[in-house]
Every structure is written in C-alpha cells, then in structure tokens.
C-alpha cells in the first residue's frame, strides 16, 4: 500500500442515492420523500448531488417527478445539485428545473448502451451533441459517466481501451470529469489498476472519478485502489441504495457511509458529518419501506463497548 503521505488528504464524495439508488425501485416514493433524502444529505455535509432524472418515463417511471423534486429542494449555497440527462429533451427539462449540472451517460459497451437507451453508442454521443455544448453555454457543468467499464452484463469482458475512447471524446466535447462505472459490480482490484494505468496516463487525475456498485462487496478494495492511482472524486449511495434498471444483476452503489467511514478513518478528508449521514441512511431507509444493504448503515458508526 502507498505511504499515507502519498494519499489525497481530501477527497469528494458525489452522492447519487437520489437518482441511482431510487430509479431502482418499484414501489413509487412520493416526490416529498425525495425532497427529504436530499435535505437530509446536504444536512450532513454532502456538497455534490444527483437528484434525478431526466429521462423518458417509461423508461424509468420512478424518475418522473426530477423536475418538482429540484423546485422542491431548498437550496443551499456551496452545493451542487445535478440530474441526469440523455439528449436535447432532458436539458430542456434541467435548464428548467435550474440544476447546476447534468450528467450525460454512454456504456462502453454496445448491448447495455442499447439496452439502457435504445440507441448504438455512435448514435448516442450524437444525441449528446444539443446537450453538452448548450449546457456548458448556459453556465452549467456537464458532466459524463461510461458504464459497464469493469464488464457488461450482456456482453462479459469490456475492453478498456474502448472506455477511454469515450471518455477522452466527452472530455472534448465540454465534459468536465467522467465517472467510469462498474456498473454491475464486477471489478476486481488488479483490473482496476489496469483500468486506471490507462485512463491517468492519458487525463488528469481530477477529470477521472469512480462509480462503484458494490455488488460482489469489491467496491471499497476499488476505491483503495483508486486513492493510490491519485483519484479524489468518488460516487456512492446513502445506506447501498440502488441499481440499474438496465443492468440485472447490479446492487446499489458503494454505500457513502462504508466510504466516509473508510476515509475518515484514513485521515482523508470529505468535509462529511458522518453521525448525519448515518441518520440520511436512516430516512432512505424509511422512505423505500425495506431494509437497506450498507455496512456502516447495519453496524452503527461505532458500537464498541465502552
Ligand atoms: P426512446 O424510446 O428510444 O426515445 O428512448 P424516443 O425519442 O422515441 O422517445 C420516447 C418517448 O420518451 C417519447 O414520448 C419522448 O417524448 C419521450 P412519447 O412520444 O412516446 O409520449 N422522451 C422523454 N421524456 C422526458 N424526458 C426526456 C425524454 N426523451 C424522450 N429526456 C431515451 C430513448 C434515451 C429517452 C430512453 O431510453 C431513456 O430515457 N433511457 C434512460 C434509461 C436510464 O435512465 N437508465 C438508468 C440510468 S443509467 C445508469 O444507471 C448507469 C449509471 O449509474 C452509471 C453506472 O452505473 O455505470 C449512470
Ligand atoms: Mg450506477
């Protein structure tokens, strides 16, 4: 393991329980529960958040109310408030909602690009074109996810070199940082370094971050990986939220609680109050009305006898 001195002293969390973690479930969550998952969160620190979706309802009938969620939310200065978008429709929607930022979203492998948004990848960084431009026109940052980075669930083995491609197009194209996701939580740490051997020779470190889903309990061996390859922004979900409609098989995120406790345990800073964000985990919990996956959120933040 890399000397402590070698490790980020800071890291940022960008939470994505509200828009990964819920497009998952299928019991409908009122859009005031929303509102206060995302209270709850900024509440406890978090500075960088997916609220949802804009994107076709039928396609994910759970992210239908992301714009009244966004007019919803009290805003509080100093943090950024994102949606996810697919083309010229969902950047209409997310200048209207007034989000800071918009997630474009391309899987380095065809099957579950098809899959997710009916449309080869070739078409899909067309339908990119009236978004990236016109939102970082408008004063909003964009940025980009390519999933399925560690293998796809349709089509196995990715070739990473095929992610960067893509990754280096939508930094080209106005994207400020790209969120390589593992998406059904496949990845291993030897192939993460690999993985990251390529995209930090060929970006800067700030413009990579990491999107792990902790299906196989891998995640956290990832993000070691990933702060030892200099990586400083990484996603998770309150309590392992989550999946992937379009991924069978994916379980939520990285819980951020595992994350921060993990951190700050490391003395790496991330700004979070994780007593809060344990209580965050709690109405999550609450809202989808089943008991969530996370470790941090199972245990307690500390429950050593005293
Ligand atoms: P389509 O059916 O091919 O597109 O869907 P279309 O253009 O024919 O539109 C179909 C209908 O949707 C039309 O309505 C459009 O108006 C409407 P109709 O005429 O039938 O009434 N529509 C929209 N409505 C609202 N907002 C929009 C929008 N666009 C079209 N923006 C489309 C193509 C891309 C829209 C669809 O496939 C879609 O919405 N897919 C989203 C899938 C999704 O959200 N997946 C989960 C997120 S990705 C993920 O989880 C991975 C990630 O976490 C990273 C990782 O883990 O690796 C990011
Ligand atoms: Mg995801």
Redesign the pocket.
Same mark, same amino acid.
């Given at each position: 393991m890399a000397p402590a001195s070698k490790l980020p002293s800071h890291v940022s969390v960008y939470e994505?329980s509200p828009r %990964?973690g819920l497009?998952n479930e299928s019991a409908q969550v009122a859009t005031h529960a929303k509102v206060r998952l995302v209270e709850a969160l900024v509440d406890a620190g978090i500075s960088r958040i997916e609220v949802g $979706?804009?994107? =076709? =309802?039928?396609?994910?009938p759970q992210?239908v109310d992301a714009d009244e969620v966004c007019k919803m939310i009290e805003r509080r200065p100093g943090v950024t408030y994102a949606g996810? !978008? /697919? +083309?010229a429709?969902?950047l209409h929607?997310a200048l209207a909602a007034n989000v800071d930022e918009v =997630?474009v979203?391309v899987s380095a492998s065809e099957t579950h690009n098809s899959k +997710?948004? +009916?449309?080869t990848i070739r078409q899909t960084l067309k339908a990119f074109e009236p978004v990236i431009g016109p939102a970082v026109e408008a004063g909003l940052k964009v940025r980009g996810?390519v $999933?399925?980075m560690w293998g796809c669930p349709y089509e196995g083995d990715v070739d990473p070199k095929r992610g960067l491609e893509l990754a280096e197009h939508l930094i080209d194209a106005g994207c400020y940082q790209v $969120?390589l996701? %593992?998406?059904i939580g496949v990845g291993t740490p030897i192939q993460t370094e690999k993985i990251l051997d390529l995209f930090t020779s060929a970006l800067p470190l700030a413009q990579i971050a990491l @999107?792990l @889903?902790d299906t196989r309990g891998t995640a956290l061996a990832n993000v070691l990986v990933g702060l030892q390859a200099g990586i400083t922004t990484f996603d998770a979900s309150v309590a392992g939220l989550g999946g !992937? /409609?379009?991924a069978p098989g =994916?379980a939520g995120n990285l819980a951020t609680e595992d994350l921060v406790y993990t951190l700050e345990g490391m003395g790496i800073a991330t700004g979070i109050d994780l007593e809060k964000l344990w209580q965050a985990g709690q109405v999550a919990e609450a809202i989808v009305g089943r008991e969530l996956p996370g470790k941090v959120h199972r245990a307690g933040v500390r429950s050593l006898a005293k």
């Open positions: 994505v %990964d497009q $979706s804009f994107v =076709a =309802a039928k396609w994910v992210m996810l !978008c /697919p +083309n429709r969902g929607r =997630a979203f +997710n948004v +009916n449309k996810y $999933s399925t $969120s996701g %593992d998406t @999107h @889903h !992937c /409609p379009y =994916a």
